[in-house]
């Protein structure tokens, strides 16, 4: 139908495009103004969430009589990107070349990230797909861990790692990130839902469990373990080493950018523009491997 | 000759039991072992991450609980007191109270209402077609994505006029002078809430949008036919039902991070805030774990702080599962 003589109701159907569509074409159970009025809710929370990232980024782009004009204004009138030079500048002056914090913190980043997924992933099959001894205790361990956070470990794990001896070294910040439950979790609850019969039907070809989760269930389960490539880089990414890692040419990058940040109000800009580096990265990752996120969380529920 | 017989008999079947019993056990261990030594490389496989899961999660529990009946800081060796550390917090420690009543707020305002916002924006995104829907999950999840882009509202809550909160309600004439946003008791709460609100659509906003997507398309119709005539009636007969699984696992992260809240306030309110006006027991844990080194009594927080947070989370979860039911 052509727009011009569609009525009111019709274009804003047409616009808002809300709902499902059932078989016969039809939309299901959706009336005009409900749709106008969940629009409208939608775009105010959409704002109310971006409005602090939408400053930033003009911040970022702020020449510095911008950044204190009074009354301040949102939006940048004349973007320079004087800010990023300044904070390139200053990370070629710090005291640590500014190229080993990065390296820090990619290091932590990929292979926490990586090791996270091999572990947490080879741990989860067998989990999720068979029954042995103790393996409905492991997983009720599991879904208990969920419901605490780290604050309650935080000083025995403290204790356990300077025991270890690995205090001051990644593997302080490695280690409890290749043991978290919510990766496992997320993996096995996946992995539950690949069909018994492809599992039962390699172990007939005399397929070793380890080969059948190399080759079968691994290529199956990729947006379950692409879900947690994100959730991971997220929380490495951002990681500051905290009181585990106190050498400075161990620290990773949140904390060399932290730094530059401090030094008071004439970096306001520079501060800035370090937010948007640190954000521009996972938000950039988060975006790359949307599609297949949704796929795995559908089945991260807790089943009766 | 009788008497000794009626012993004898007596004595028969209760020892058979024993034999019996025993020869059971004996039985179920040896079928047990049998298992286990077949399902060799399942415990191969599970082996790294049980090992560790066992010395970072399952160990520092124990530990914690133990070191709550001592009194330990850092450098001599323990010695047991009972039950003093608890005995303290809620005998002599004013603060640790204005903490629990600070947690609980924060709790009872946020959790419930960011589990609703997560389920609501979720559900209302699902309903849009596929590059819109893919911008608004990334405007909603955003926030959440970089450890800490709270501190963007420093500077909005800034109190001197340059910051912006301040200057528009001047420009608006709604105030004279800036508003010590988080320096004065009565905003500071307000504050954490509203941020902590806009943290909150995290990875239960990201499995309720995947939940969404699995509902099977072909009951919405069903349901149509069998009279269901609006959307709230579909939201409440087919979506929250096939939703179950999600609706718990979101259930559990909403009330571990609700009852954790403790960065943005430490961040934006300043370590110790005004007056303990944004004290939690997370960062009343902090000041003795971290500041204090009064190990014994930090870990007896921690260990009050898990027991609320297991018991919370079980009572919810045997409500979550009665609805629809």
Known sequence: MDFEYMTLRQKIRRILRFGKVGSSGKRLNRSVWGDIFLFFFLGLFGLFSAWPLIFVINNAFKPLNEIFLFPPKLFVQNPTTSNFRDMFNLMSNSWIPFSRYIFNTLFITLIGTSGSVFISSLAAFPLAKFNFPGSKTMSKMIVYSLMFSGAVTGIPNFVIISKLGLLDSYWAVLLPTFSSSLGLFLMRNFMTQIPTDLIESAKMDGASDFYTYLHIIMPLAKPAWLTLIILQFQSLWGATGGSFIYSEKLKPLSYGLSQIANAGVARTGVVAAVSLFMLIVPISVFIISQSQVIETMASSGIKD | ?325
């Open chain 2, 1 to 325: 000759m009788a008497v000794n017989e009626s012993v004898v008999m007596k004595k028969t079947p209760v020892r058979d039991f024993f034999k019996k019993f025993w020869e059971k056990r004996k039985k179920k261990t040896k079928h047990t072992w049998q298992l286990m030594k077949k399902n060799k490389e399942k415990y191969v496989m599970v082996a790294p991450f049980m090992i560790l899961f066992s010395v970072f999660t399952v160990l520092p529990v124990l530990i914690s609980i133990f070191f709550s009946f001592t009194n330990f800081n850092m450098l001599e060796f323990p010695d047991f007191i009972g039950f003093e550390n608890y005995k303290r917090l809620f005998l002599a420690d004013d603060i640790f109270l204005i903490a629990i009543k600070n947690t609980l707020i924060l709790a009872i305002i946020t959790g419930p209402l960011s589990y609703l916002m997560c389920f609501g924006f979720a559900w209302l995104i699902n309903e849009l077609k596929r590059p819109l829907r893919v911008f608004l999950t990334v405007v909603f999840y955003a926030p959440s994505i970089s450890g800490n882009a709270y501190l963007i509202w420093k500077l909005i809550f800034s109190s001197d006029m340059y910051g912006y909160a301040n200057s528009w309600l001047m420009d608006l004439g709604f105030i004279n002078e800036p508003i010590l946003w988080l320096q004065d008791t009565s905003y500071i709460m307000p504050i954490l809430i509203i941020v902590q609100l806009w943290l909150s659509l995290g990875v239960s906003f990201l499995s309720f949008i995947a939940g969404l997507q699995t509902v099977d398309k072909t009951l919405y119709e069903a349901g149509a036919i069998d009279g269901i005539r609006n959307r709230w009636q579909e939201l409440w007969f087919i979506t929250l039902p096939s939703m179950k699984p999600q609706l718990l696992f979101g259930a559990v992260m909403q009330i571990t991070t609700s009852l954790s809240i403790s960065s943005i306030s430490i961040e934006l309110a300043g370590f110790p805030s005004v007056e303990y006006a944004g004290h939690t027991i997370v960062t009343h844990l902090y000041d003795f774990g971290s500041v204090r080194y009064e190990m014994g009594y930090a870990s007896a927080i921690a260990s009050l702080l898990f027991f609320v947070m297991i018991f919370t989370n079980l009572i919810v979860q045997k409500l979550l599962r009665k609805v629809g039911r």
